[in-house]
């Protein structure tokens, strides 16, 4: 299955949120809704959708899933804090 870039992903997703703001401080203004409309138009088809609001959650899946498998890659792995059972602190012997 062909793949759309992730960078594109995210500058898209991330022109749809701002469009977002300007159309919902200025509802008035066509101009701004137009260009939401557009851009959740562009998202649905980069991504598949039927609707803007399903583009945008598959988006941000496929960006966060591949993130993730990116810090798996390069060996990262969660601090030790996040282990449960774990305090973060080093463990100290007494000195003999």
Same mark, same amino acid.
């Given at each position: =299955? %062909? *793949?759309? +870039?992730?960078?594109?992903?995210?500058? %898209? *997703?991330? *022109?749809?949120? #701002?469009?977002?703001? =300007?159309? *919902?401080?200025?509802?008035?203004?066509?101009? +701004?809704?137009?260009?939401?409309?557009? #851009?959740?138009?562009?998202?649905? !088809?980069? =991504?598949?959708?039927?609707?803007?609001?399903?583009?945008?959650?598959? +988006?941000?899946?496929? %960006?966060?899933? #591949?993130?993730?498998?990116?810090?798996?890659?390069?060996?990262?792995?969660?601090?030790?804090?996040?282990?449960?059972?774990?305090?973060?602190?080093? +463990? !100290?012997?007494?000195? #003999?």
């Amino acid at each position: =299955m %062909l *793949l759309p +870039a992730k960078d594109e992903v995210a500058r %898209l *997703l991330e *022109l749809y949120r #701002t469009w977002e703001r =300007m159309m *919902l401080a200025a509802p008035a203004d066509h101009g +701004a809704r137009g260009k939401f409309e557009d #851009t959740g138009y562009t998202l649905c !088809v980069l =991504m598949g959708k039927r609707c803007a609001r399903e583009a945008v959650h598959a +988006a941000e899946r496929y %960006l966060s899933a #591949t993130s993730a498998r990116r810090r798996e890659r390069a060996g990262h792995s969660p601090p030790v804090s996040a282990l449960p059972g774990h305090s973060g602190r080093l +463990a !100290v012997s007494p000195a #003999t």
